[in-house]
């Protein structure tokens, strides 16, 4: 009966600790994706920021060509039309950078929530280890 009562305190304590390094591991590696995950909104919002400035500019180079197109001769018409297309196609860039931005920022997220879900079950089966090394521990005289 020793024996058996020896292999059980020892897997728990085995499984325990590996439990244990597994847990850190998985968060530390966790903590990294958050981090990455976190660097990846501020590029999102610099992005936003900038997509916004390139469309505000847009609007004021638009507002502009729409007022002074009748003080337009030939050589400013075209020149301003050149400009507005130029801002367009400017705005349509950095949209396109944000939007890939944000679907890189939306799976990052849902891949972490995912990954730390699975975290959950491998800190249950840690202390539930932990909590049966005392159960199969016994002292001398004990047992």
Known sequence: MKGIRLIVFAYCLLGALAGSATTAIFGARLSNESAQLDELAAALSAAQATHQTAKDELLALREK???ERDNYNAQQAIEASANTQVAIEKESQLLQVVDD????HSTGRQDLQQRQTKLVPLIALTLFHFLLIPLTFRRRGQG
């Open 65 to 67: 060509q729409r007022v």
């Open 101 to 104: 931005l944000e679907r890189q």
